[in-house]
């Protein structure tokens, strides 16, 4: 009975190997799914953020009476960066119709307000203080790869759609009468 209890208790070289290997596939299986649900993820975030530039969009253009984004110095070509930064700012607009209309944008960390360059206030627009209609400037693509966004705005049926791009040639706007 003695000899029974002075055996060694402990495990072999090739029993610690295998448990090794059982627990480096399943760490190498789990940061593999990771990776796939970190990604679907940064997606559904780029499809919130589309959904939300394309809200305060129409929530601009119906308050503003302002169809052609005219009024925020935007037009077919620039930048929708442009367009997503001036929807994160307070926009004033005065003497709309007059010829000396005033446009003015301030954002919340600026001191003053500055005056929209290129803008032009006709009489369908409507004298007020509009938004800001986004919580903050320069909103980026969470996808690997994307750079900005493609935004097109159909200004008879108001039909807008906002999609990331992964080149900043194409983040645009595009603007249809």
């Known amino acids: 009975m003695k000899g029974f209890f002075k055996q060694n208790k402990g495990f072999s070289l090739v029993e610690l190997l295998i448990a090794l290997l059982i627990m480096a596939i ?17 997606g559904g975030a780029d499809r919130e953020t589309a959904d939300a530039i394309k809200r305060a969009i129409l929530t601009y253009v119906n308050a503003a009476n302002d169809p052609d984004l005219s009024t925020l110095g935007v037009k077919t070509g620039d930048s929708s960066q442009k367009l997503v930064n001036e929807l ?3 926009i004033r607009i005065s003497g709309a119709g007059a010829t000396g209309a005033t446009i003015t944008s301030q954002s919340s960390s600026a001191a003053t307000p500055s005056t929209i360059t290129g803008a032009t206030a006709a009489d369908k627009e409507i004298d007020g203080t509009y938004g800001p209609f986004l919580e903050k400037e320069d909103i980026k693509p969470e ?9 097109n705005v159909d200004s008879v049926t108001q039909v807008i759609t906002v999609t990331s791009t992964d080149t900043a040639d194409d983040a645009v706007i595009t603007i249809t009468p």
């Open 26 to 42: 399943i760490a190498g299986t789990a940061i593999t799914l990771f990776g796939g649900v970190l990604e679907t993820s940064r």
């Open 143 to 151: 996808q690997n790869g994307m750079v900005g966004w493609v935004i």
């Open 88 to 90: 994160a700012k307070t």
